[in-house]
């Protein structure tokens, strides 16, 4: 039942629209990507990550601990959750960025998309 409720409120808040507020390019490279989450913290409602330029993946997504691994693979940030114990999956996903927002389709770009505010 826990898991029940927070995948919905997880899958809410990672798929929520968002209005554009300027022009998201995509990141095509692994160097680019590392040079734009470096140091940052990705945030949206419920949502407060961490992905180090190492590969690692570290937070919080509505209240329950989220790690993972990534790599770049193809042009797609590819990665393997867990949230609160349970695993996520693995899943290559398009990035597109402003500088101060990014955002993450999955599927190589063809499913749903989360965009966070990188502080």
Same mark, same amino acid.
């Given at each position: 039942?826990?898991?029940?409720?927070?995948? %919905?409120?997880?899958?809410?808040?990672?798929?929520?629209?968002?209005?554009?507020?300027?022009?998201?390019?995509?990141?095509?490279?692994?160097?680019?990507? !590392?040079?734009?989450?470096?140091?940052? *913290?990705? *945030?949206?409602?419920? !949502?407060?990550? %961490? !992905?180090?330029?190492?590969? @690692?993946?570290?937070?919080?997504?509505?209240?329950?601990?989220?790690?993972?691994?990534?790599?770049?693979?193809?042009?797609?940030?590819?990665?393997?959750? %867990?949230?609160?114990?349970?695993?996520?999956?693995?899943?290559?996903?398009? !990035?597109?960025?402003?500088?101060?927002?990014?955002?993450? %389709?999955?599927? /190589?770009?063809? @499913?749903?998309?989360?965009?966070? *505010?990188? /502080?």
């Amino acid at each position: 039942m826990r898991l029940s409720i927070a995948l %919905t409120a997880l899958t809410a808040a990672l798929a929520a629209a968002q209005p554009a507020h300027a022009e998201l390019a995509p990141i095509s490279d692994r160097a680019q990507f !590392v040079e734009l989450i470096a140091g940052k *913290t990705l *945030t949206r409602p419920l !949502v407060s990550l %961490t !992905v180090s330029p190492e590969g @690692g993946i570290s937070g919080n997504g509505a209240g329950w601990d989220v790690s993972g691994e990534w790599s770049w693979q193809d042009g797609y940030f590819c990665r393997n959750l %867990t949230w609160g114990g349970d695993p996520l999956g693995y899943n290559c996903q398009a !990035v597109a960025s402003d500088g101060s927002e990014i955002r993450f %389709t999955s599927d /190589r770009g063809a @499913g749903r998309s989360a965009a966070f *505010t990188l /502080r």
